[in-house]
């Protein structure tokens, strides 16, 4: 069972548009919400996080939107750059309850120039 | 380099035949993970450690497969009689023990070791 369902499993921006990915995720006991980013041959790299406490978190060019009552979180690129091309996954984790992070599929982002 | 260490990057093995991979961790982070990735998808959960007691294990994690982190610093994964199901890109991920407030916390991934049972 996929504790965390993401989409698009592919996506393709212009370079400068904004990409957009979308997570969804059921437990409730979920308090903490990262995305990695991943290049090929590289294990994934922490980007942002967010706690359900706040609706959106903004890191550069990188923000996190955070939807408590649809359970749903998603990750915004602006001005997105072809240097950003990469596998970015979405993850959801029980801190304190537990140490494990529940990671979605994956979104394959290309950033064409 | 204070980053996670993954060695080796590739094996390739027999299957049948017995793997052990390797993990240093960032020498601060108390604890250490492992987690297998398979193509088109996430990292899942195999197993975790703080200091050198294994706290959790997934029932991903067969009998086959055992780790250990015997003095709290590097760990080992070893799989038994390997099967060509096995075949994933392993990945190691340390961390601290507690989030500060504010800050971004999560896992510190190595670059992961391939494994191709043939």
Known sequence: QQQVKQSPQSLIVQKGGISIINCAYENTAFDYFP?????????????????????????????????????????????????????????????????????????SLTVIP | DTGVSQNPRHKIT????????????????????????????????????????????????????SAERPKGSFSTLEIQRTEQGDSAMYLCASSTLRPGRGANYGYTFGSGTRLTVV
């Open chain 1, 35 to 107: 995305w990695y980013q991943q290049f090929p041959g590289k294990g994934p790299a922490l980007l942002i996080a967010i706690r359900p406490d706040v609706s959106e978190k903004k890191e550069g060019r990188f923000t996190i939107s955070f939807n408590k009552s649809a359970k749903q979180f998603s990750l915004h690129i602006m001005d997105s750059q072809p240097g950003d091309s990469a596998t970015y996954f979405c993850a959801a984790s029980n801190l304190f309850a537990g140490n494990q992070f529940y990671f979605g599929t994956g979104t």
């Open chain 2, 14 to 65: 027999k299957r049948g035949q017995n793997v052990t991979f390797r993990c240093d961790p960032i020498s601060e982070h108390n604890r250490l993970y492992w987690y297998r990735q398979t193509l088109g998808q996430g990292p899942e959960f195999l197993t975790y450690f703080q200091n050198e007691a294994q706290l959790e294990k997934s029932r991903l994690l067969s009998d086959r497969f």
